[in-house]
């Protein structure tokens, strides 16, 4: 059994190994809270870099549940790029 299309979605966007996902026996929908939405995220980061981010992350999203993933995966770079070099 492969994962469903929402597995995969969910795992792109959540950029974590999600070892239930590849389990045969994982029949629950994945809950998880973005690392965006940790209020360590807003300690570290400038608050225009990290309003910047989360708008990056929402078109991230956007783009992927279009299935547009080389967009999706340009989005990441960029948001990782501001992450580090902020």
């Known amino acids: 059994m492969h ?5 995969l979605i ?3 966007l959540n950029s974590t190994q999600l070892e ?10 994945c809950e998880s809270i ?20 989360r708008l990056l992350d ?3 999203q956007d783009m992927v549940r279009q299935e547009k993933y080389e967009q999706a995966k340009n989005l990441k770079q960029a948001i990782a790029d501001l992450q580090k070099n902020n």
């Open 34 to 53: 973005s690392p965006l939405d940790d209020l360590a995220f807003d300690m570290y980061q400038d608050p225009e870099v990290a309003h910047i981010i």
């Open 20 to 29: 239930s996902a590849l389990d045969t026996t994982f029949m629950g929908k």
């Open 3 to 7: 994962p469903s299309r929402e597995q």
């Open 58 to 60: 929402q078109k991230k």
């Open 10 to 12: 969910e795992h792109y």
